[in-house]
């Protein structure tokens, strides 16, 4: 069923004109249905030249020679959506990869993979601008956020993203999310255990939510790699200034961001379940339980990571980690480590192993600090 205006802009047309095959002598698909637009209502049976590119519709440009819908430039407004048609502009496919160059791309891509499409592939081909200044001189929140575009992160725990996004080692600058009572938010919401992604650095910045928070991924399953965060990073359970919840892979990252929340708190991940190798944090990082300059709680494996920046919370604050339930290797702390009670340079709580790690920071006050 098609509408009165589908039949008077051809799209019609095209959808008639589309079906019809290829000429085997001339290779050359023949000319069947046409319209003028403005002049005939609906499509004709004809081969009449002066009707053979036939419609636009919005930014969409139907034609009897092109066997697919091309798009015109858009003209898109502060809200990155195009004035004419209302959509985002559409990035080059290219051998199943998405080329991501503007932030209304990138807001195409996040729109594509949360509506089901979950192993699309993209790469940046340009640093991403999407607000300006969205952290002031100092560092913080800019107070005219009214400015700002919103960010939706890219999955969910829904709709994990199970693609492959190469960050290329370009930047994705002035994402702003303010929302704390959501889950899973980050650049990715959430990564399954076959997403990937990597190269790509978050810079001025500012990300709040609930649980799951973090500056490049909010819960991750699968893998990332080569990425960082230069952007505020805040919520209540599980944050981090990569990533919020890891129960995949983490390996050359780091944050130099500051981040902030209550439980589970790591200035590279809140907590962990995974995997973190050669990672580092130069970011303030402040909570009230399980505190740590690399991870706030440890289930799994952390190795050849270390924290340079200012720890604080009221229990379980460590250097490198606040609580360890798992294995810590090849790890130390120069920052200064603050809190109440089970406070540790190396880490707060230890429940299993810690090998070869060290503390350097002479600058600390509170209780039970070793």
């Known amino acids: 069923n098609k509408a009165t205006k589908e039949f008077k802009s ?11 095959e290829k000429n085997d002598e001339t290779g050359e698909i023949p000319m069947v249905w046409g319209q003028t637009i403005g002049t005939d209502k609906a499509p004709v049976l004809t081969n009449d030249s002066a009707r053979k590119v036939y419609s636009t519709t919005g930014c969409e440009i139907y034609s009897n020679t092109e066997p697919e819908i091309k798009e015109k430039a858009h003209n898109l407004g502060s809200d990155l959506k195009c004035t004419d048609c209302g959509k985002y502009d559409k990035p080059v496919l290219n051998k199943d990869v998405y080329e991501i160059s503007n932030a209304s791309q990138l807001y195409w891509f996040a729109e594509y993979v949360n509506s089901g499409n979950t192993s699309a592939n993209a790469i940046l081909k340009e640093n991403i601008v999407v ?47 303010n929302n704390d009572s959501l ?12 997403g990937d992604v990597s190269n790509v650095g978050v810079v001025d910045s500012y990300i709040k939510g609930s649980d799951s928070v973090g500056g490049v991924c909010g819960w991750n399953l699968g893998t990332i790699t080569n990425c960082y965060n230069n952007g505020i990073v805040s919520g209540n359970n599980f944050v981090g200034g990569v990533c919020g919840l890891n129960n995949g892979t983490i390996k050359n990252c780091y944050n130099n961001g500051a981040v902030s929340g209550n439980n589970f708190v790591g200035g590279v991940c809140g907590g962990n379940y995974g995997t973190i ?3 580092y944090n130069n970011g303030a990082v402040s909570g009230s339980n399980a505190v740590g300059g690399v991870c706030g709680g ?19 604050v460590g250097g490198v980690c606040g609580d360890n339930r798992g294995t810590i290797k090849n790890c130390y702390n120069n920052g200064a480590v603050s809190g109440s009670a089970r406070v540790g340079g190396v880490c707060g709580v230890n429940s299993d192993t810690i090998t070869s790690c060290y503390n350097n920071s002479d600058k600390y006050n509170g209780n039970a600090i070793g």
Do not use: H, M
């Open 298 to 316: 440890n289930y799994g494996t952390i190795k050849n990571c270390y924290n340079n920046g200012a720890v604080s919370g009221s229990y379980s």
């Open 131 to 177: 607000n300006e200044n969205v952290l002031d001189a100092d560092g913080k929140l800019n107070k005219d956020t009214s400015r700002f575009v919103s960010w939706t992160p890219i999955g969910s725990e829904s709709v994990k993203y199970a693609g492959k996004f190469d960050g290329n080692g370009k930047t994705i600058s002035g994402l702003y999310f």
């Open 277 to 279: 190798t050669n990672c």
């Open 10 to 20: 051809g799209e019609v047309c095209y959808l008639l004109q589309s079906v019809q």
């Open 183 to 194: 889950e899973e938010v980050g650049l990715f919401g959430y990564v399954s255990d076959s």
